[in-house]
């Protein structure tokens, strides 16, 4: 019964590659973010996504788009990973962006090495 | 540059002692949330406390925020060693700003 999922929990790969990493919340929410935690634990919102429409876009490479098949998905696509992209990436859900109701459910990170 | 900092960055005190992690942030806001991270897990929401509000309790944890000063402050009491781990505050205005976190040892 976890509430919101991620795979993998780890992916090592070679610079240049292209991966994915998928997000699951069986919550019922409305929102889903994408969040970098970098070495020095600063935790970055990237995207957020509500009733599948990206509402918030922070400064990321184009490099980088999610892509929601249904309110319940939230995948993040990398093209051309760079060295840069090593951390540690969140998923997370809240039942809607609206003040009250914005409390954020985290996905357990997945640990992106890469080489 | 970050909305939300915490202060200490870490912090190491014996098991039944109190715990007081300070957050600063920039902008004016619509609430102040306050999360848990343990080593190697996603976060987890701890409490909120909105703009209109000073103080707010949940069990052990008691949280004040001063607009004024833009600041909030998250006092753990009678801390256990379970209670180690990293703590973040967040800040929402338009969007949602974390800080780098306080990393909390209590030591048993």
């Known amino acids: 019964d976890t509430a919101v999922s991620q795979t993998p929990k780890y992916l090592v790969t070679q610079m240049g590659n292209d991966k994915s990493i998928k997000c699951e919340q069986n919550?019922?929410?409305?929102?889903m973010y994408w969040y970098k935690q970098d070495s020095k634990k600063f935790l970055k919102i990237m995207f957020s996504?509500?009733?599948?429409?990206?509402?918030i876009n922070e400064t990321v490479p184009n490099r980088f788009s999610p892509k929601s098949p249904d309110k319940a998905h939230l995948n993040l696509h990398i093209n051309s990973l760079e060295l840069g992209d090593s951390a540690v990436y969140f998923c997370a859900s809240s039942q809607d962006l609206r003040e009250g109701v914005d409390t954020q459910y985290f996905g357990p990170g997945t640990r992106l090495t890469v080489l | 540059s970050q909305q939300g900092e915490e202060d200490p960055q870490a912090l190491s005190i014996q098991e039944g002692e109190n715990a007081t992690m300070n957050c600063s942030y920039k902008?004016?806001?619509?609430?102040l949330q306050w999360y848990r991270q343990n080593s190697g897990r996603g976060l987890v929401h701890l409490i909120l406390?909105?703009?209109?509000?000073r103080e707010k309790h949940s069990g052990r944890l008691r949280v004040t925020l001063d607009t004024s000063k833009k600041s909030s402050s998250l006092l753990i009491t009678a801390s256990r060693a379970a209670d180690t781990a990293s703590y973040f505050c967040?800040?929402?205005?338009?969007?949602?700003?974390f800080g780098s976190g306080t990393k909390l040892n209590v030591k048993p």
């Open positions: 996504y509500n009733n599948k429409e990206l509402i």
């Open positions: 902008t004016s806001i619509n609430n």
């Open positions: 919550l019922g929410h409305d929102t």
């Open positions: 967040a800040t929402r205005s338009k969007e949602f700003y």
């Open positions: 406390i909105r703009s209109n509000e």
